[in-house]
């Protein structure tokens, strides 16, 4: 069987091959959106009833919501403009905040986002949530998820479809799913790769510039993360490029960001 596990990779990448928007990255998506969206509506349930989210009305949460409208209402039209509405084709956002001191966020397939009471001192202003929020959608509509859920299946289950790994080993295909979109606090935000979260970076910053928030933040707001170091860094920050590379590459893709920024 191993032996045809190369054979049946590069099969599974000839015929699921995409694109991803803006950096124009090819990828292995084997697996139907329709149906991840669909298991990751039933884990972000499950996440919001063992944690539980802040009132509507509390401020922390309408800021978030706020900033969480005006990039996915841009991003819609973005794609909508270069043909690529499919990429959140049955989405219904929603956008949640949990009292939870750990920094992180993550966006769910279907746009469910959650942020932790935990990253917003370092997110200070809109500008800064518009940092994460437009970090965390851009991984959703690139659908790193899938990509890394399609790579794990090849790997430990030996390429067979999501279906059947749901039946015969529905273990792995659920922790392969909280892996691959980063629920709960213990996994969070790192579980992408590093390619992914440079590619999120860069796209993030398109998204913020498009809703009207000046992606220079995003500098800023990386090292008030790099601040929060030390020693250990924070399991945020584990598996993301280095502080210097990522604030690095950022300035170096900001002049084709703030084509898009108009105040």
Known sequence: MKRFLPILALTLFLISCSKVPITGRRQMNMLPESQLMSMSLTAYQSFLSENQALANGDQDTRNVREVGS????????FLSDKGQSKRVKGFEWEFNVVDDPTVNAWCMPGGKVVFYTGILP??????????VMGHEIAHA???????????GLIVQAGGIGLSVALQQQPELAQGLLLQSFGIGSQLGMLKF???HESEADKMGLIFMAMAGYNPQEAVEFWKRMAALGGQKPPEFLSTHPSNETRIADLEAFMPEAMKYYKK
């Not at 997110?123 to 949530?129: D, V």
């Not at 509509?141 to 790579?151: F, L």
Request: aromatic fraction near 0%.
């Open 70 to 77: 005006k990039i996915s209402k841009s991003v819609e039209k």
């Open 122 to 131: 370092i997110t200070k202003t809109a500008s800064g949530i518009a940092v």
């Open 141 to 151: 509509v690139a659908r790193h998820g899938n990509e890394r859920m399609s790579q």
């Open 193 to 195: 790769s590093r390619t």
